[in-house]
T-cell receptor, first 116, second 112 residues
Framework: IAGITQAPTSQILAAGRRMTLRCTQDMRHNAMYWYRQDLGLGLRLIHYSNTAGTTGKGEVPDGYSVSRANTDDFPLTLASAVPSQTSVYFC???????????????FGPGTRLTVL | DAKTTQPPSMDCAEGRAANLPCNHSTISGNEYVYWYRQIHSQGPQYIIHGLKNNETNEMASLIITEDRKSSTLILPHATLRDTAVYYCIVRSRGGGADGLTFGKGTHLIIQP
């Protein structure tokens, strides 16, 4: 693995189903993020994690949950998917502790999710 | 975070320099200017950032005006692969791990 990986690449999901999007990074970055991107809109932050064991809410957290059990993994869970959660989801990470910055983020390739 | 204004789209001929403007008139003293780009269907990619001095790396140059109210990202020899949406973001450097605010950016189209 090099950088950030996301799985699955794409998924079609029935409304009401539970879904977990996976994100793994091998750069030992302390901070990780989940964004969603909808047509005509910029990326919007869903949840973030400053370090393993801590998480925070972003701009659009409703309907989503995250966990950060270790440095490398940051899964995003949709407990009961709804059609409005159809979007492209991007995971990102940054190394803030070493550089003192949070804003040079590395992004994964994205997961395209369709909820029917 | 300061708000930024970018043109929605721009064209540039292949091999020429692409100059992408960004206005950030409300920028405060501790805020940096960051540039990212997003090639179609890919995740955003960090390009460069700066505070007040001009910056250059292997991807681009960043020119910030003396009053810091605007900046220009320069791709010196644009190629077709530089076609992407370019985002200008203003934020304090230690702004916390609470994510970036992406606007709509500038869709740069490199013409052959």
């Amino acid at each position: 693995i090099a950088g950030i990986t996301q799985a699955p690449t794409s998924q079609i999901l029935a409304a009401g189903r539970r879904m977990t999007l996976r994100c793994t990074q091998d750069m030992r970055h302390n901070a990780m993020y989940w964004y969603r991107q909808d047509l005509g809109l910029g990326l919007r932050l869903i949840h973030y994690s400053n370090t393993a064991g801590t998480t925070g809410k972003g701009e659009v957290p409703d309907g989503y949950s995250v966990s950060r059990a270790n440095t490398d993994d940051f899964p995003l869970t949709l407990a009961s998917a709804v059609p409005s959660q159809t979007s492209v989801y991007f995971c990102a990470s940054s190394d803030s502790y070493r550089q003192g910055v949070y804003n040079e983020q590395f992004f994964g390739p994205g997961t395209r999710l369709t909820v029917l | 975070d300061a708000k930024t204004t970018q043109p929605p789209s721009m064209d540039c001929a292949e091999g020429r320099a692409a100059n992408l403007p960004c206005n950030h008139s409300t920028i405060s003293g501790n805020e940096y200017v960051y540039w990212y780009r997003q090639i179609h269907s890919q995740g955003p990619q960090y390009i460069i950032h700066g505070l007040k001095n001009n910056e250059t790396n292997e991807m681009a140059s960043l020119i910030i005006t003396e009053d810091r109210k605007s900046s220009t990202l320069i791709l010196p020899h644009a190629t077709l692969r530089d076609t992407a949406v370019y985002y200008c973001i203003v934020r304090s450097r230690g702004g916390g791990a609470d994510g970036l605010t992406f606007g709509k950016g500038t869709h740069l189209i490199i013409q052959p």
